[in-house]
């Protein structure tokens, strides 16, 4: 049987157009299911205060720049969207007296405008926030190098490069309302992706790229940074693809609530515990990856529970 067609964005492919048993199981679930789902390769872990959360998020920078040395460099991918433990790694650094010049970090993605990535100081930038809320407020003498800050640009090529020689101990990120990580969205329902989207082995293929955004991802984007103003935002962004997730050594998700809603988190976790892969869900591909955790605040799993507000 032909797929479905999404009801909420007709010319691209999303969660919408799975098979409606999939969406069932997944709204089924209760909190207290999901750490059932865990299985080797696959760990789910509850954090009952956003302190812990958060916390625990910041610690996993700690503890990549601290294994790199020059001769064995070592850094972490994260996001933009959480941005809650940014400050804290920063903290962590100065309080602790941390010497980690010799960490790396990639930024997981930038906003595109006319074909060229938003400079720093464009008010939605994502080097920008990570600039200001992490690396600004790291003492000069402990930082990270600048030159071992990486962010991608509409030419992609330098930032590819960068990972080589260097090893990823931890992407990071979060999920969208498209259920993305990064920016790694489904993609449009035409040419040959007009009557099935990609297969997963062909999406694995993709690496960093300029990307076009479904519309539930400018409307998020707007939700979360832009108080709701969807013409701020852009509709294209540079970012890390599957090639470079698949060269971290674990993809650490982090879920508060904040950025997806209770049914997107249960689809994914669901999807990628029975190993069930489709690109139109595209973090149902961290499946195939051998080290994936998942992370979330407790309360903010909220119910698939009908309520009229």
Known sequence: MPRKISCVAPDWWDYTTLDQEIIEAAAKLEAADFQKLSRPGFQVHFHDTLEDFYLAEALEYIE????????????????????????????????????????????????????????????????????????DRIRPELAPRDAHLHFPKADTQA???????????????????????????????????????????????????????????????????????????PTQAVTVGPVETWQAERVSIWQAGNHDNPFGMRLTTWMISQKIVDSSVPMSLLADHPNVHFHFYRPGLGSCAVEMH
């Open 64 to 135: 990549a720049w601290k294994a790199s040395t020059p001769d064995n460099p070592v850094g972490i991918c994260g996001p933009i969207g959480p941005t809650e433990q940014l400050p804290l790694v920063a903290r962590l650094v100065n309080d602790l007296n941390l010497d980690v010049r010799d960490g790396h970090f990639w930024g997981m993605d930038e906003w595109i405008l006319d074909g060229k990535e938003v400079p720093a100081d464009h008010p939605l930038s994502f080097e920008r926030a990570d600039r200001e809320l992490c690396f």
């Open 159 to 233: 930032f590819r490069d960068s990972w080589s020689g260097v090893k990823c101990a931890v992407m990071q990120g979060g999920q969208g309302d498209v259920k993305h990580w990064a920016f790694n969205d489904p993609l449009k329902r035409t040419g040959e992706y007009k009557d099935a989207p990609p297969s997963p082995e062909e999406y694995r293929k993709l690496g960093t790229r300029v990307v076009d955004l479904h519309p539930l991802t400018v409307a998020q984007n707007a939700r979360t940074s832009g108080g709701g103003n969807v013409s701020l935002v």
